[in-house]
């Protein structure tokens, strides 16, 4: 069994930062793709960024230039670094990860950005 375990959610200012985090433990061998996706209340979820394991990125021309995401596939662990936040960030985020023969999502990590 595989499990998905975000951390970095919080509370933070408008134009302020934050880190979050998604580590995979368990049995995989070698992620080939993650992403991020985030939902509001009473929206659809949708994709923030992703990234493979050669490196290319994508992201929702929403944050684009101000968020980073990120992958170590030898710790099994990608982060998505977010900047210079808006209210309009405030989401459920999960994280999603592809392996062989896998397609797994974290339970989420709420951001709240409010003053």
């Known amino acids: 069994q595989v499990q998905l375990v975000e951390s970095g959610g919080g509370l933070v200012q408008p134009g302020g930062s934050l880190r979050l985090s998604c580590s995979a433990s368990?049995?995989?061998?070698?992620?080939?793709?993650m992403g991020w996706y985030r939902q509001a209340p009473g929206k659809e979820r949708e994709l923030v960024a992703q990234?493979?394991?050669?490196?290319?990125?994508n992201y929702a021309d929403s944050v684009k230039g101000r968020f980073t995401i990120s992958m170590d596939n030898a710790k099994k662990t990608g982060y998505l670094q977010m900047n210079s936040l808006k209210p309009d960030d405030t989401s459920v985020y999960y994280c999603?990860?592809?392996?062989?023969?896998?397609?797994?999502w974290g339970k989420g990590t709420l951001v709240t950005v409010s003053s």
């Open positions: 999603r990860v592809v392996a062989y023969n896998l397609d797994k």
């Open positions: 368990g049995s995989i061998f070698s992620i080939n793709a």
């Open positions: 990234v493979s394991s050669g490196g290319a990125t």
